[in-house]
Every structure is written in C-alpha cells, then in structure tokens.
C-alpha cells in the first residue's frame, strides 16, 4: 500500500502500528513517488498495482512499467472499441 507522506502526520498511533508495510511517497512530486514506489515495490515483491484514485493513473501506469507488470503503456491514453 501506498500513501501520501503529508497524510501521515494524521493518522491516529493505533492506525501507524497497523499500516506497517506501507511506503509514504510525496504524489505531487511524480518522478520522487516513482523511484520510491519502484524501490519498495522490488524490496517487497509486490506483484501487481492498482490506482484507487484516477489522478494517480500515471504513476501506476509507469510502476508497472518500471516493474516489468503487465498495464497501460506509460504515456498512452487507453482506447476503447
């Protein structure tokens, strides 16, 4: 799991113990996000990605590139038939 690092300073201690395993990444900053997302990815062997919110499709999309997953080619909107 992946989360904006500002949106940490206001989770409750109770919620931080449980979220172990989760990277804190600045969205607005996209190549930093990538590299960090891509490092914990590969450090953790994650094997897929998902967006959850459509302004994060981008970095999605290029993640799974990074990682060699199957998606969206980065940079390409997708078509519909």
């Not at 989770?11 to 900053?29: H, K, M, N, Q, S």
């Not at 290029?62 to 038939?81: K, M, Q, W």
């Amino acid at each position: 799991m992946a989360t904006h690092k500002e949106l940490y300073a206001h989770y409750r201690p109770e919620l931080t113990a449980r979220i172990a395993g989760t990277v804190f990444t600045d969205f607005a900053d996209p190549a930093t996000a990538l590299d960090e997302l891509t490092a914990f990815c590969r450090e953790t062997g994650m094997a897929g990605v998902a967006a959850c919110w459509e302004f994060l499709s981008p970095v999605a999309t290029r993640l799974a590139a990074a990682l060699g997953l199957p998606g969206h080619l980065p940079g390409r909107p997708a078509t519909t038939s």
